[in-house]
């Protein structure tokens, strides 16, 4: 089985840490996000995944590779222009990239969906395309999809009014097309799926399904901490369980953890961290590999990525420190704060919740 996976966007939610990196290439835990959609991915067969990129693809390409042991094989499409949703698709089309039959996803969500229970309802109803549901706490936060009791799409609802909500079901941004779908995507502009295809197969064989388990879009910093914690508390199946202890704490085992430090769980500390005797983690933290956790620091409910430095009594707290980041003595990182790659923040400096500091930047 193939997969298509569109991965082109900025993640402009998630700058200042997304201006040095795109977004499936941020690391997530351990490693970079778009590998949890490929190890998803393989979970349920699919052995030929193409990464349909845009923004800064040569990085998309090197954070995954062209093959992973045991996985799917990778291929790359990478768009001239942004393309949309259904764009891309298209051109992969005319590139031969694409098999009769193929899912399609969007590259930005962190879910364990039964994408195997997808396919075969799709084949059971000789669907031309086939939309996978997700139910929602808040409806009248996204586009709804209505459908009749025999799965088959009766039509969608935009940004619905309270009084005209009848479902909890949202798109969920995973798809299996048939290949004669294309011909519903003009070329050579950008199109939407969502809002210039799947209108036109109302009533033409387009059905959904509801499925249930986790599903997040990682696209804010808020979302994209939640997505850290649900994956290090076990919400969502992934590998990374299989490097956690016990108590959920996992401890890499070339990290430097002095005797003393305090390391409650839900936490992860990488390879070649170091983590000093007087120092505490979490609950809820990701220290990247390599970086240094001074004497009387505190970290909680933050992710460190590679090769972050944080200094003697210095306190980091719901926030995003990306790559390289330097946090001075006795300097405070607040809630909801990013900083960008390989930026200083200085000793005795105070960050305000949600400030940003741009890449290479000076926090005074």
Not at 63 to 91: F, H, M, N
Not at 231 to 236: D, Q
Request: include cysteine.
């Amino acid at each position: 089985m193939q997969a298509l996976v569109l991965a082109g966007g900025e993640g402009t939610r998630l700058r200042p840490l997304t201006l040095t990196r795109p977004k499936p290439a941020v690391p997530l835990v351990d490693r970079p996000f778009i590998r949890f959609m490929i190890d998803w991915l393989a979970r349920h067969g699919v052995d030929d995944v193409v990464m349909a990129c845009g923004f800064r693809a040569v990085d998309v390409r090197a954070a995954v590779g062209d093959e992973i042991p045991g996985g799917p094989s990778i291929r790359y499409l990478e768009e001239p222009e942004p393309l949309g949703t259904a764009g891309p698709i298209r051109l992969a089309a005319e590139a031969g990239m694409l098999a009769d039959r193929f899912f399609v996803l969007n590259g930005d969500v962190l879910t364990d969906l039964d994408l195997t229970a997808h396919l075969a309802a799709h084949e059971e109803r000789d669907a031309l395309a086939s939309l996978a549901l997700y139910p929602v706490d808040d409806p009248s936060s996204y586009g709804l999809v209505r459908r009749g009791e025999d799965g088959a799409v009766r039509g969608f609802l935009e940004k619905p009014d309270p009084a005209d909500i009848d479902t909890d079901e949202v798109n969920a941004g995973a798809y299996v097309l048939e290949r004669s779908v294309l011909d519903l995507i003009p070329a050579g502009r950008a199109v939407s799926i969502e809002r210039e295809v799947f209108p036109r197969l109302v009533g033409q064989g387009l059905y959904g399904l509801r499925l249930e388990g986790y599903w997040m879009d990682i696209g804010t910093p808020e979302r994209y901490l939640q997505a850290s914690w649900d994956i290090l508390e076990g919400r969502v199946e992934t590998a990374v369980a299989a490097r956690m202890g016990a108590d959920g704490t996992g401890i890499d085992e070339l990290a430097e953890v002095e005797a003393g430090a305090m390391v409650s769980a839900p936490a992860f500390v990488d390879e070649g961290a170091q983590i000093a005797a007087t120092a505490t983690v979490g609950p809820r933290a990701v220290i990247g590999a390599d970086c240094e956790v001074g004497e009387g620091a505190v970290i909680s409910e933050s992710a460190l990525l590679a090769g972050c430095i944080v200094g003697e009594g210095a306190t980091v707290e719901g926030s995003i420190l990306a790559a390289g980041v330097e946090v001075g003595a006795g300097a405070a990182v607040t809630a909801g704060a990013i900083v960008g790659e390989g930026a200083r923040v200085e000793a005795g400096a105070e960050l305000d919740a949600d400030a940003r500091v741009e890449p290479g930047g000076i926090a005074a």
